[in-house]
């Protein structure tokens, strides 16, 4: 009878520590990133590690995504995303939304993924073209009891990357504010916003932000992506915004407090804890699970790096150039013969470090299928493309051939000087660009090319096909290349 109090007495005393909170996670923009990552001697993120990590988790919980899993590595590429749906499945999320990578692989990958999915699939903008409703299984919102507490959440998707024949993501604004109403009418004791969208976002070009979206409409909590930020308990009002980073490297984990008597939400603070596989025990089971994935030929070593090359704005001449986008330009221009290589910072996912370099450094790097396009432009539209692409303390595109002096205020970039091959630009002069073909096409960043005609595919030859030529010429290793400090940002 003793031991039975004892044991009564744990668990109320358990009880009394988890009640009045509620647990969420939150991941996004994993982009098949299944397995570990090494930086600099540590090792980050993979499934298996963040599934140990929820297994330490002794109370309820939600688990959460707000979209960009299914297009970024080559286990990713060669699974067309099925691999990302099968992680989804076995670590149990309760609800996900779409990300603008989520149709890389066409429609027949895209419908096959969505009908896979076991989690809930929340997106209120999602539209089916020839019925005009809600495509099957996806729904805007969904109710969760977790620890006694009814918690809403509603998913917002992003436009994709390639369109679809079949799903048409829209505008949200007037669909968000009538799912509010919709789901306030049901007494929620908390709503949670599930979004691929940002609230700082200066690397894409958007005509909202995630903090102006809610504004004013009561949602407690809002997980965001693709800007692939990490922010936590960023305030706008009485909602709490978050962002989980990129690649599973971390985590959000967000604690809802409620009045234990009336239920009343009385707080709301996220934090972001790095998946340190140093620190965390991986699952046993999630390791074998993600091993019968992992494809070996990715770790055949191709060549060596002699120097950390950055992808980050920030060069030794004070450009917000990045060391590995000069790289790839100049690899670029070099092997098309253009006067000037344009390629999107976008495309070029993570940095490049010390030491030997595998096929699947190359696909993390260049994980895009984008080939290069020959683009005839006057120096008119070049200099607007420019002048569209910097921002305060980066750029949209990195270049070859070009070199650009700006200044920024109030928002807005100002043109000093444009030296195309170390001349004036001319407005009336036509120039011949290397663009990749994702851009060229005029898809996101790209939206100015939509209205060039002149433009013609160089050849079949990919942008990491490019990239590998390289490093196995370079047989002694390469390095970063000395010309950097093309885009420069002056005070004036």
């Known amino acids: 009878m003793k031991k039975i109090l004892i044991f009564l007495s744990f668990v109320c005393m358990a009880f009394a520590v988890w009640a009045g909170e509620v647990k969420v996670f939150h991941t996004s923009d994993v982009h098949g990133f299944y397995f570990p990552t090494t930086v600099k001697g540590e090792t980050f993120g993979g499934f298996a590690t963040f599934a140990g990590y929820l297994k330490n988790q002794k109370r309820p919980y939600l688990l959460l995504d707000s979209g960009d899993y299914t297009s970024g590595t080559y286990e990713a590429k060669k699974s067309k995303g099925a691999y990302s749906v099968d992680f989804i499945n076995k670590l149990g999320y309760n609800a996900v939304t779409l ?87 049901q007494n929620p004791d908390a709503i949670i916003l599930l979004i691929h969208d940002s609230a700082k976002d200066d690397k894409h070009e958007t005509s909202y932000t995630t903090v102006k979206l809610t504004e004013g409409l009561g949602i407690d909590l809002v997980l965001g ?30 604690t809802l407090t409620f009045d234990d008597k009336t239920k009343k939400l009385t707080d709301v603070k996220t934090e972001y804890v790095l998946m340190d596989n140093a620190k965390i025990k991986p699952s046993k089971e999630m390791l074998a699970f993600a091993e019968d994935r992992l494809d070996k030929n990715m770790e055949i070593i191709i060549g060596k790096s002699q120097e950390d090359i950055s992808n980050k704005p920030g060069t030794s001449n004070g450009g917000v150039d990045s060391y590995l986008g000069d790289l790839f330009c ?77 200044s920024f205020k109030n928002n807005r970039a100002k043109i000093i000087e444009i030296l195309v091959n170390g001349q004036p630009l001319k407005h009336t002069q036509i120039y011949t660009l290397a663009v990749p073909d994702f851009v060229a096409n005029g898809n996101s960043e790209g939206y100015l090319f939509k209205k060039v005609e002149d433009k013609t595919v160089y050849s079949d030859i990919y942008l990491a096909d490019y990239f590998t030529e390289y490093i196995k010429k370079n047989k002694e290793g390469i390095k970063a290349p000395l010309e950097t400090g093309r885009i420069i940002k002056v005070s004036k």
Do not use: C, W
């Open 330 to 406: 100049d690899i670029v221009k070099n092997a098309t013969g253009a006067e000037v290589a344009v390629i999107n910072s976008g495309a070029i996912r993570t940095g490049l470090q010390t030491g030997d370099i595998t096929n699947r450094v190359i696909e993390e790097i260049l994980p895009f299928q984008n080939k290069i396009m020959r683009v005839k432009v006057d120096g008119k539209f070049l200099e607007k493309l420019v002048r569209k692409s910097l921002k305060e303390n980066s750029s949209l595109f990195q270049y070859a051939g070009l070199k650009v002096k700006y």
């Open 225 to 254: 992506g693709h800007a692939h930020k990490i922010i936590q308990n960023k305030k706008a009002g009485n909602t709490v915004f978050a962002e989980s980073g990129t690649a599973l490297k971390g985590i959000t984990e967000a």
């Open 99 to 185: 990300g603008n990578h989520e149709n890389d692989f066409k429609d027949d990958a895209l419908l096959k993924n969505i009908a896979a999915i076991k989690a809930d699939l929340l997106v209120l903008n999602a539209e089916d073209k020839q019925t005009k409703k809600y495509p099957n299984n996806i729904k805007p919102y969904a109710f969760y009891d977790i620890n006694g507490y009814k918690i809403a959440v509603i998913g917002v998707g992003k436009e994709f990357s390639r369109e679809s024949k079949y799903i048409k993501i829209n505008k949200p604004r007037k669909l968000l504010k009538k799912a509010v109403a919709e789901v306030k009418a």
